[in-house]
Structure formats: C-alpha cells, structure tokens
C-alpha cells in the first residue's frame, strides 16, 4: 500500500464551523497544510443549510452570550466593512411570555445575565404588542379549546433588537473562499471520512499496535478516497460526531435530534402579511423572530419571498440518536398540521388555513448544557455540540479551536474579548447550563 | 386489541441495581404492585455475572465514597446479620504507584478525601511491598522492553482493608427472594423491553398523540410479550439504556464499553502461588485486588478456583458504543498476550507462560464524570451508569431510586447516612468528578 498523503492538520466536516476553523487555522498557521474534507459535494450543505438561520445573542449563559455576541458581531463586520453580503438583516428575536414565565427565577436570571453582559433588550408589555401586532391573539379567556391545549397568555415580550437573519450559505463561502486564497490544499469535497486514524506514539510497527501500554493518538483518517495521515484531526461533525469518536473511546457528549421547518406564504393572504409587516420592531417594518409561550412553537420572517418558516423546539418526546439519520431529511406534514398549526393558529389567528408549500428537515447537535464542546485531546480538536445555534457561535468557536492548535491559555474572539481556550472542553469544562434553548 | 395489564411500578432490567431497586420499593411502598422484567432467563445474567465482582469505597469523590461505602456496610450486614452467605471476602484492595503517581495532586487529593470521609487506608512503601509480594518486580532499571512500554516502577502501595470480592449472582437473589417474598406480581424473564410508551396527560385520545402541546410522560413499556401500563417505569438497564430513553428524548448521558477478563490458574504453578498467597495484607493470606502502576492492568485474586481473574481499564483507544455490543461476549485471546500479558508479566514475573484457561467479556455503563446517574423525569425513574462499579453502588442506587419515587428530598442509605435524593440527577446533579476508575 502507497504511503498515505500527510498534511499538519485535517479539518472533517465543512460545514460553517468548519469552514470558519479552516480560516483561522490558515490564517494564524499560514506554513501548515491544511486539508478540509466533506461528504458533501460542496461546503455548508447539510445541517448549516437547513437551519432557519437566524442569530441572537440572548442566551443565559455568560458563555454563550460570550460566543455568539462576538460571532454576529463579526458577521456584521464582515458585511458592512469587508462589503461580503450575507443578507444579514435585524430583524430582532421576540419571545412572547405569559406573566408566570417572565416572572419565574430562570426568566429573571436570564435578563439580569444579559444585564450584566450588555445585552441589549427591551420588555414589552401586553398592550404595547398587541398595538404592534394586531394580528395577535393575547388571551384565551373562555376558549376550552386553548385550555385543553396548554396554551399560556401573552402578558410580555422580551424583544433583542441586535439579533436577526442572514443566509448561511453566503456565511459559508466568506470562509471558504478566504481560506482558499490562503492554502495550498484543495478542499475535498464529496469524499466520506470512515474513521480515524489511532497511532503508536512512537511507533514500534508491531502487529496490531497500538496496544494498551502504549502511547497514543489519532494520526490521520480513513476515507472513501483512501487513507491519509495529519498531526491533527479537527473533527467539526456536527451530529455525526459519535460514529468518529466513539471507536477510538472518546464520549463526543453530544446526540442528535430532528429539526423540521415549513414555509408559510404570505402573499395575497391579507392576515398573514399584516403579521408578517407588523411595525415598530426594527427598521425593515418586519415582525421578529418570534417565539410563542407555549410548545416551542416558533417562526422567522422571510422578506425575499414574503412569507415565514414556521418551526418547533420540541424536548421530551422528540426522539434523540446516536447520529443523525437518513429520516431528518424531510419535513412531515403531519406534525404541522397537528403538533405546529393548532398552537401557531391560536396566538396568530391570521394563520388558519394556512399550509406549508415547502418543508425540510435537518438535525440538532445537542451538548448536555447546551454550551458548545471543543477541546484538544490525542491528537484531535474537537468543537462540535452547537445546540442548534451553529451559525451564531462558529466564529467564536473556530477562534478557540485554533487557539487550541497554536497551545494559547486564551481565545481572542472579534472585538478582543477573551476566553480561557479550555473553558469548552470535556475535562476543564467552566460553563453555566444553557436554559434558553428553542 | 386488550386493554394492557397495569402495574404501579414496572422495574426494566433485573441486574444487581434492578433487583436491590424492586427490593427498597417493594419494602417501602408494600401496597404498590411492581413487575420486575428481564429480558433474560433469570436475574443478575448479564453484566452483572460478567462483572470481576470486587468491591471498594476507595474512590475520590466524596459521592462515590458514600454511595459504596453504605453499599458494602450492606454487603457485610446481609452476610453477618441476616446469614445470607455472598461469599464475600475481604481481600482488600492495592494500587501500586510510581513516586511521581503517588506525588500526584490527583493521589494526594484522593487520600485527602478518603481521610474526610473516614475511609480507612494505608501506605505501603516500596520495601514493605517487596518483602510481602516477594514475586513482585518494583522496577525495570536496564530493561530497554520496560521503557519501550512506559512502565512505571513501583514506589507506593495504597491499601484499602474495606474493600474485596464477592459472588454478585447470591447477592442478586438475596434482593430478588426478598422482593419476591413482599410481592404478589410474578417476576418476568425472558422478555425483552423494546421501548417506552410516551402518553398524553389528560389523554385526549386524538390519533397520534401526545401532541407536542400536550403535557406527556412515559406510561408503560412495549415487550415482546405484549404492552404494559406503568404509573412509572424504573429503567436499571445499564448499557442498554440509551435504546429506551433516546427514542422519548432523554439523554442517558452513558455509553458501554466493552471489559474483558481472562483466568489464570495458579495451582501447581509455585511462582504463581507465591503471588496468590502473598501474606500480611488481609486474614484470609492472599494478595489483594491489585492495580498495576500502568496501561490499567489489574487483577483480582479467585481462591476458590486458585487463581486470578486478570482485566485491563484501557481508556483512550477502546470503542465507546452507544449501546452493548453482542461482540462485547467473548474475550480476545490476543488482548491478552499482546497488551495485558506484557505489562503483567513484567510486574509480575510469575505470570510468565501464563495461558488464561478461560475467558468472558461485558459492558462497562459509562457516566461522563464516573458517577451514577439516579434521576426522576416523565413518568421514568433512571438508576443508570455506574462506570463499572454496580454491584459496590447498586444499594445506595436503589435507596436513592425509592426516596425519589416517594418524593422524599433525602435518601437515608444503610447505616443512616443521608443523600440529597436529586444529587445523582441529571439537571441538579451536585457531584465532584471521579478521577479513580480503573
């Protein structure tokens, strides 16, 4: 068998975190060869395109209001001073609230946390949104229906207005093509990593080795294009992470789980465009991306084709796997029309009747907090576990897995914010539990 | 279709910890009527029979210590006071360490803790050691072989009297005849769980339900023999676990990993005597479980059989799968000469030659920081991921379980210690991470 080809560092999974690990990675370590392989026929194709899209930096967490407050920052900075449109718009994040839920502690930690990070954001109260939002409904005094159904009131909003939308895709090409300028290493795309990689460190070419009493580390990985060798393995999988790291023993900590978003048009539908121009938010005239009190029914505004994608952040009873599976690619109708609409059509009646023209389905990588994982260990960096904002925190993400490569204690993250380069990682993790996922 | 029989409790799983659990709630709920159901033939089969059976309190975190400290209090009780023999012994336990191992601030804070929680141990040193296990190489000064395989020398035992082994299968049917005694639901085995059953609450009886605006919990299991209603169901399944809690969206947080031991008979060996009936450390004049300095080998003294049961811990380098493997049954005849055998006979010169005349394999259920994971949610009580040490934690695990299906805020494990009954949870765990797993 030929030699196996050898690069300093081997970037699996080209999705936005990939792609953005890539660019720094070439950037700060311009002399290393760096390969970036996708299953894919091109970047950004599978979980990074069928997310809705949409970035906030209100979380609970200082870290995650830490990783994706510098990552739209950058995103903002990309498009008005390096003049690359991502179609990022501000259209801000509105969470509709019963008074129990805005009152309760975790609400109230949540907004003192945001505090304490300059967050901005702005409360809402009752009448103020239904003065901005006609179209909805903010009680359900007398309808048994709604009671049956669960189905808070809306006393309050908490509205973000530095969060927004953009398209992932343009987000993508940005690192892609400034990582190409960069490197002498042609991505690989539509190539399948099977596995890694495990190498006696140092080696003794005895049969079978590594064995227990030697040392070890991921060498390089396996691919449907043959083998090939790096001192560095940065694995930004996404939901296929476990089937790479569980065979060398190492507990990725994060699963995957269905997502399923449905376009609504709004066009000529009266109701629905009233809602969809709702006023007063933000300057593009657009209602937010906004979430409902109740079931983790949500939906973002879609000015290019006037309409909504029309969502739900579905926790007990939504089954997680292992990785992701071939059943995520679709959207089902029947969820819509029986989990989504009922909910959606209460609290926004201009929805009834409405049908989904279009649905896809993509996949959650969830980490147990919430919080991202990356961390350096055996020869593989790590930075995986999302939590369903992979957009939003890939910039800050790929900052501290080159912060790792290069052995630096601190991340510097866009605007010279910094971060201990371990806090994500599985043994010295430093994190609060993330509790405002959707 | 028959409506489904319906139990108060339905017990999945009736392994050590499933059998001490249907015993604790059976005793302190007498009027609740519980299936206990295995998919085996009878109880304590599966990794429970294939465990190497030795028990210690000598762990690092305070949580682990109490949970195994109670668990061979209760051990002891059954055997001395209730005249149930389990064959227990009191070999005790010896980690030989290299001085700078021994130095270590993760050894030094591990006896640290074990003196906080009066958990009796002594320091041997290198002479001591020599002089007690004359077969015993304590270093490699010239063997080139040695430093190829980074072996350690050894410098310090730590010794723990407390500790030793015993037979889990009359241990289980000491919790099973018991259970059996107070209950008047036959046992269930040979039937396989093949998943939980999610129900809406209220049911609404709409098709397809629980909705996602429905408020749902698990409502009974689905087996091979048909479906069973449960107010709860108590999963103490181990390394399957994930194949139940995955499909209603509960992260286990556990994976299984594959152990092996292998038998080596002493008998008419002398060098291999020597060692099995080195004296001084406990009454019964044999060597204790002993962990070498390296590459995680250990062995437990078997004086029955006049032998040793001989395993690795290997870490880094063996496959995490999500759930147990069939391949998980058979031990591997070149794991044993190429990495265990090695290092052993190295430490141990007496084991040179040595065949191992037999052989098994089963699943170690992994939590992330080495500690069970006993938590209430949805309708499920979970007793999971003890990390290899069920059978040493399975009576304050099942303590635990009844305290949290009572709505007690503490569990009261044997001897009076207390417990937050939730500090084993998922989202309010409140435990230190184990750093000694072997």
């Known amino acids: ?32 060869s760096i ?9 950004g194709q599978a979980n990074t395109a069928m997310s809705a899209a949409a970035v906030r930096n209100m979380f609970a967490s200082s870290t995650n209001q830490l990783l994706t407050d510098t990552t739209i920052k950058f995103i903002e900075h990309i498009q008005s001073e390096l003049d690359h449109d991502l179609m990022f718009e501000k259209t801000g994040y509105l969470w509709l609230l019963s008074e129990k839920k805005f009152k309760h502690d975790s609400v ?9 990070s300059s967050i901005h954001y702005q409360v ?59 490197s002498d290493v042609k991505p690989m795309f539509g190539v399948n990593v099977t596995g890694l990689t495990l190498v006696a460190d140092p ?10 009493w030697q040392n070890k580390r991921v060498g390089g990985v396996k691919t449907t294009e043959g083998d090939f060798k790096a001192d560095t393995v940065v694995l930004t999988t996404g939901t296929w992470a476990n089937e790479l790291l569980d065979p060398v023993g190492i507990d990725s900590r994060t699963k995957a789980k269905k997502r399923q978003l449905f376009v609504v048009h709004a066009e000529d539908k009266e109701p629905l465009m009233d809602i969809l121009f709702s006023r007063g938010f933000n300057d593009l005239g657009c209602i937010p991306f906004t979430i409902l009190p109740s079931a983790g029914v949500y939906f973002r505004p879609q000015l290019q084709e006037k309409g909504f994608w029309v969502g739900c952040g579905d926790k007990f009873g939504r089954a997680y796997h292992y990785v992701q599976q071939d059943s995520y690619d679709n959207g089902e109708s029947s969820y819509y029309e029986n989990s989504i609409y009922p909910v959606l059509s209460k609290y926004f009646p ?21 919080i991202p994982l990356v961390y350096k260990t055996n020869g593989i960096i790590a930075a995986n576990g999302p939590s369903g904002s992979g957009i939003m925190k890939a910039d800050a993400m790929a900052r501290i897995a080159d912060a790792l490569y290069r052995g630096e204690t601190h991340a510097e993250l866009f605007g010279g914010k910094k971060m201990e380069a371990n806090a994500l ?4 993790r430093k994190v609060e539990i993330e509790s405002v996922i959707i």
Request: net charge negative.
């Open 1 to 32: 068998m030929a030699n196996p080809e050898k690069f300093d560092i081997i970037i699996v999974g080209a999705g936005v975190v990939g792609v953005a690990s890539a660019y720094y990675l070439q950037k700060n370590n311009p002399d290393k």
């Open 35 to 43: 390969l970036l392989i996708d299953r894919l026929p091109a970047a």
């Open 108 to 116: 109230q930690m949540w907004m003192q946390r945001m505090k304490n």
């Open 124 to 182: 809402y109260e009752k009448d103020e949104l239904k003065s901005m939002i006609p179209g909805l409904n903010v009680d359900f005094e007398g309808d048994e229906e709604a009671e049956l159904m669960n189905l808070e009131q809306v006393d309050y909003g908490l509205f973000g207005a530095d969060c927004g939308v953009l398209d992932p895709t343009k987000l993508v090409e940005f690192y892609l093509e400034e990582f190409k300028t960069m």
């Open 203 to 212: 080696p003794l070419d005895l049969p079978g080795e590594p064995h227990v």
């Open 350 to 370: 201009g929805f009834q009747d409405s049908r989904p023209v279009n649905s896809w389905g993509g996949g959650y990588c969830y980490s147990p907090d919430a």
């Open 425 to 428: 990682s599985l043994q010295e």
